[in-house]
């Protein structure tokens, strides 16, 4: 990929939301290996099963630290709904506050180590800071209709900040 990969980035508000999904925690390298694209394929082939579900077309990334300073992270793979109604066996609730995001768009010809430097580079320009509220480091926003094992996916990258 080139150097000169470019990500228009903007800040967005997103409202307070309840998600339902997958719970899944390890390390970078388990997620590296192929661990989260798991999940995802299992909450594409359960989301039927979520009541109240909404935005049925986005499957929503959501990192967390797992415990601050370490190697591991826990990543839900879930759906925005309407209202919290029965929580699927095996599935979580999730809530997330009302929080300003830097956005960008990352494509599928684009570097994914790069579109995240440029994101964390555009803040710094930007003079905001990164803020983990709960520990929320990132979220991802995929087209559900997307493989997860597909070597080039295309995303939406949120990084919560204070301006």
């Known amino acids: 990929m080139s150097a000169q990969q470019r990500n228009e980035a903007a ?18 390298a388990d997620a590296a290996a192929g661990g989260i694209r798991a ?3 299992q909450l594409q082939e359960r989301l039927e099963e979520i009541p109240h579900a909404i935005h049925k077309d986005t499957m929503l990334g959501l990192s967390y630290h797992a415990f601050p ?41 684009q570097a994914i180590e790069a ?3 440029n994101i964390y580079n555009w803040i710094k320009e930007q003079g905001y800071k990164e803020y983990s509220p709960d520990h929320l480091t990132h979220f991802e926003k995929y087209p559900m209709s ?12 949120m990084i919560p900040v204070e301006t």
């Not at 997307?146 to 990258?157: M, T």
């Open 39 to 41: 999940v995802h394929r």
């Open 11 to 28: 800040l967005t508000t997103k409202e307070a939301f309840q998600a339902v999904g997958l719970k899944w925690e390890g390390t970078f």
């Open 69 to 109: 300073g370490g190697e591991g992270f826990i990543h839900y793979a879930a759906v925005e709904v309407e209202k919290l109604g029965k929580v699927p066996d095996g599935m979580v609730n999730v809530s997330v506050p009302t929080l300003t995001y830097a956005a960008c768009q990352h494509s599928k010809e």
């Open 146 to 157: 997307q493989d997860p094992y597909d070597d080039h996916p295309e995303f939406v990258i």
């Open 115 to 117: 579109s995240y430097t």
